[in-house]
Every structure is written in C-alpha cells, then in structure tokens.
C-alpha cells in the first residue's frame, strides 16, 4: 500500500518533508499540499516534479477522499485546528511541534482522540529517533550505569537573529530536550527554574542568553540544561546521565579527525538540520510504516501536552525566577501502552 499524503504548509521544514518523501524514504507519496502563498506551494510542486494537487486551505486537503494523511509543517497557532480536523475525518496525522500553542489546547487533541478511540496522532519530536539518543537509552534501559541520578544536558547554537526571543529558549528550544529527557529517563517534571548566568555580548539587547534550565524528576532526578544560542563556535548537542554506578555521554557526531597544520581537530556542526538529519528520516519513515500497519507510535498527543505544560512553567520561571511546580492531569489508560 502507497500511502497518500497531503502536506499543510510548505515552509522550511514542509519542503524537507516532501523532498525526503519523494526522494528517500518508501511507502507514501505526496498527492496534495496546501500554503497560505500558494505559489509557493505550486512552486515546490514545480521543483520536485510532483504529481499533487494544490487545496485552497488546510482543511479542504483533509477532507478530500484522495489524502489517506495529513503532514501538518504549517504556522504553529494553525497546529491544533488542522489535528482537530484530522482527528474528525478519522486521518491518521503527523504534526510538527508544537501540537498546540497551549497546554489547553494540547488537551483539547487528547481528549478529541481518546473520543476517537484510535491513535491518529503522531508530534513531531524527532530526537528519540536519534541513533545517540537510541544508544544511551539503551544503556540506561539495561542499567548498565544503575539508576540515573543527575542529567546535565546543553543546547548551543552559533547563533540567531533579532527575531529571536528570551521565551523562544523554551518554546523553540529546550523543548526538544523536555520531550527527549522524558522519554530517556521514563519519567515526568514536578518542578522547573530558570536562572540566568552572566549575559553575552553576542546576543541582541532584548535577549537573554545564555540560560539555565533546572529541573526535577518525579523520580527525584536533577536535570540541568544549558541554552546558549550565541555561542558562536557551532550547533553542538550535549547529554550526561550520572548513575549510580558510572556516568553514560550521548555520541558525539561522526567526524573525522584531522591532523593539519600542528593541530588535531574534529570538525563541529553549525546546521541543526545537518546534526538530526538521519533522525528526521527514521521518524517520518516510521510514521509512514506504522499507519500503513494501522498500529501508530511515536511521540504522542499526550507527549505533546507533557512538553507544554513544562514549556508554560518554564516560562513562568523565566519571568519570577521561583522554582514553579509542574501539574499534569492523570495519564489516560488510552496512552500507557
């Protein structure tokens, strides 16, 4: 079985999805897109020499009887209409984060798919895709560390742009690490603080950065993340669990160590694209196989809410500096397995 899918939005990210539909992965087909500019939608069409119809909106895609499912990549206040509808038309659907730009609204896709009574619903947190991620999983899943008793985590990008906010740390940011460090550990928030080290003079003056993110485990883990978006030396992802009894690092990227010029140096990434590429392909692939399976995983609408309610309380941090308490709703049976 083909697997048909219609794509809302065709920014950045949605082009990335379609050209590794199209041109990489198996299963599926892209036979429709939709975008607020739609020449820019008929131009990627053009681009990549797709046999797709252009919809006028997001939710005439969903309801046409040629799309089997939706991939939602379009502006993120957009995200929970177009899941809702998904969910209403029984279309299995992938989202890109956030699910929602609330918690609320988070819950309100919960509880429309547990009406449902089938997981349609996939986010896309595409870290637990990760072959480095996967791996130090697997360590911690044999205890081969004992238990995990602190996690200290850093998420540096060279640089952003003035666009670039102090609450965009948590939403854009450290939100990948809130859903990856969940999923690692096997474990919920019950409390989050933001402090804030000496500032850079690499970042604009409406920006703090670098910061720190602290939070605690119902299982009583201590994790810290550092956030530092100026850093300007590349894009460099860093994991430490600390166990009982050893201390377990995610994999660095390959690279080749070069000896040149009186120097021994391993290449660093500056493109986040780059470093999570191969992760980026797994998770659709996996999407893609699961729905043709009629068994979906992946990160889920409950996921998708977990990471929003630490996300809110995070940013409550940032504002007070206070240690905030982090307050999900009991998981649904529907989700534990």
């Given amino acids: 079985m083909t697997l048909r899918i219609g794509v809302i939005g065709t920014g950045a990210i949605g ?14 087909k892209i036979v429709a897109v939709t975008d607020v500019n739609a020449e820019q939608a008929a131009a990627v069409i053009k681009n990549l ?7 006028a909106n997001g939710l005439e895609l969903i309801k046409s009887d040629h799309v089997d499912a939706i991939l939602v990549t379009s502006w993120g206040p957009t995200h929970e209409e177009f899941v809702l509808a998904s969910i209403a038309a029984g279309k299995p659907v992938f989202c890109e984060k956030p699910l929602a730009t ?3 609204g988070c819950m309100r896709i919960v509880e429309a798919e547990i009406a449902h009574g089938k997981r349609l619903v996939q986010v896309g947190f595409m870290r637990p895709y990760d072959n480095g991620y996967r791996a130090l999983k697997d360590v911690l899943a044999h205890g081969k560390i004992g238990e995990p008793l602190m996690v200290h985590c850093a998420h540096r990008n060279p640089s952003v742009g003035d666009s670039y906010t102090t609450d965009m740390a948590i939403t854009d940011t450290i939100i990948h690490e809130i859903d990856v460090l969940r999923w690692l550990l096997d474990d919920d928030y ?9 500032k850079t003079k690499n970042a604009s003056g409406h920006l703090a950065d670098p910061q720190i993110v602290l939070m605690e485990t119902a299982k009583g883990i201590r994790v810290d993340v550092e956030i ?5 030396y590349g894009y460099d992802i860093q994991c430490e669990v600390v166990g009982e009894t050893g201390v377990a690092r995610l994999p660095e990227p390959a690279s080749v160590p070069m000896r040149s010029q009186a120097r021994l140096s391993t290449e660093i990434l500056t493109d986040w694209k780059l470093r999570f590429i191969d992760a980026y392909d797994v998770e659709i692939q996996g999407f893609i196989d699961t729905v043709n399976d009629g068994r979906l995983s992946g990160p889920s609408a409950w996921d998708g809410y977990a990471a929003a309610v630490t996300a809110d309380a995070c940013l409550e941090a940032q504002k007070t500096g206070d240690i905030v308490p982090v307050t999900l709703q009991q998981k649904p049976a529907f989700y534990k397995n």
Avoid: E, M, W
């Fill in 15 to 28: 082009q990335d999805h379609i050209r590794r539909i199209t041109n990489t992965l198996s299963g599926a």
């Fill in 102 to 104: 609330s918690a609320a």
């Fill in 190 to 198: 019950v409390s989050v603080q933001v402090v804030y080290p000496r």
């Fill in 49 to 55: 020499n797709l046999d797709a119809k252009i919809y």
């Fill in 228 to 232: 530092f978006v100026n850093c300007q």
